[in-house]
């Protein structure tokens, strides 16, 4: 009878443990490295705000999603699909949000410009499915689009390899 309880206590301890995983956020340590600090060196203002918000050229606001690690974090931009690609230029008046990356290295506060292949696969069959190339570089939309299905890139299709330096924080 002993035995039998012991058992059932150590695969209840087992499956406790086994379910209650425990999550590391990095958030506050990216949110204390970057608070209140600005990018020196840049081609136009970045402030970082108290809370992590990303200020661009005095007024473009880019909000805080999650960190990474305690030096990468996760950013949503939503603007005009026509200012992320070229090949949008005919839809100015479309808003989207991506996902960017910022990595703070060396005191040096770099971003992401690109996506990992898989993000462009699913974007290219979208554009397949709603419209048509008449070129590289020009793509025109059905009449009937269903910009709702629009593959909107995530936190994970952020490609980390793929940076350029903005400046220096101070």
């Given at each position: 009878m002993?035995?039998?309880?012991?058992v059932?206590?150590?695969?209840?301890?087992?499956?406790?443990?086994?379910?209650?995983?425990?999550?590391?956020?990095?958030?506050?340590?990216?949110?204390?490295?970057?608070?209140?600090?600005?990018?020196?060196?840049?081609?136009?203002?970045?402030?970082?705000?108290?809370d992590?918000?990303?200020?661009?050229?005095?007024?473009k606001?880019?909000?805080?999603?999650?960190a990474?690690?305690?030096?990468?974090?996760?950013?949503s931009?939503t603007d005009?699909l026509?200012?992320?690609m070229?090949?949008?230029?005919?839809?100015?008046?479309?808003?989207?949000t991506?996902?960017?990356?910022?990595?703070?290295?060396?005191?040096?506060?770099?971003?992401?410009?690109?996506?990992?292949?898989?993000?462009?696969?699913?974007?290219?069959?979208?554009m397949?499915i709603?419209?048509?190339?008449?070129?590289?570089?020009?793509?025109?939309?059905?009449?009937?689009?269903?910009?709702?299905?629009?593959?909107?890139?995530?936190?994970?299709?952020i490609n980390?390899?793929?940076?350029?330096?903005?400046?220096?924080?101070?």
């Amino acid at each position: 009878m002993f035995f039998i309880i012991l058992v059932i206590l150590l695969v209840l301890i087992v499956l406790f443990f086994i379910n209650h995983k425990s999550v590391i956020s990095y958030d506050n340590a990216w949110v204390r490295l970057v608070q209140n600090k600005t990018v020196k060196d840049a081609d136009k203002s970045y402030l970082f705000k108290e809370d992590a918000q990303l200020i661009i050229g005095g007024k473009k606001k880019i909000d805080f999603i999650k960190a990474k690690y305690d030096n990468m974090a996760v950013y949503s931009n939503t603007d005009y699909l026509n200012k992320f690609m070229l090949v949008f230029s005919g839809y100015p008046s479309v808003k989207v949000t991506f996902m960017e990356g910022y990595i703070v290295e060396n005191n040096k506060l770099y971003y992401t410009y690109a996506y990992k292949s898989s993000y462009y696969t699913k974007l290219n069959n979208w554009m397949k499915i709603n419209g048509v190339f008449q070129s590289k570089e020009v793509w025109v939309a059905k009449k009937n689009i269903k910009w709702s299905a629009f593959p909107y890139p995530t936190a994970s299709d952020i490609n980390w390899e793929k940076k350029a330096m903005i400046g220096s924080l101070s």
